[in-house]
């Protein structure tokens, strides 16, 4: 079992920046890929951006190219989403998403392990 914990969400204005963080426990994080996901008003789940279990590899989705950034800290067990140049369509509420295989999230959009989500909201 993992269990991830997002934090970080927020309101802000257009252009500004949020950080997210998620804290996974359980089962050794360093054996699994990691995501983020997102899902947006009356909107499905879209994927966002997801990162190999050592961190060399990354891949987003292209709205967020050039604006987000996914990081990880195996050693503190956490995932990061920097996001910044924020704009009204990327209020949703963002989650963490775990999986042993980086292409199950990145070119399948699943996960095995999920968040409860956080919540970001960018004003206009």
């Known amino acids: 079992q993992v269990q991830l914990v997002e934090s970080g969400g927020g309101l802000v204005q257009t252009g500004g920046s949020l950080r997210l963080s998620c804290a996974a426990s359980?089962?050794?994080?360093?054996?699994?890929?990691m995501g983020w996901f997102r899902q947006g008003p009356g909107k499905e789940r879209e994927f966002v951006a997801a990162i190999t279990r050592t961190g060399i590899l990354t891949r987003y989705e292209d709205s967020v190219k050039g604006r987000f950034t996914i990081s990880r800290d195996n050693a503190k067990n956490t995932v990061s989403l920097q996001m910044n140049s924020l704009k009204p369509e990327d209020t949703a509420v963002y989650y963490c998403?775990?999986?042993?295989?980086?292409?199950?999230?990145?070119?399948?959009?699943?996960?095995?392990?999920w968040g409860q989500g956080t919540q970001v909201t960018v004003s206009s």
């Open positions: 998403a775990a999986a042993k295989d980086f292409n199950s999230i990145a070119e399948h959009r699943a996960a095995d392990y």
């Open positions: 359980g089962r050794s994080f360093s054996s699994d890929a």
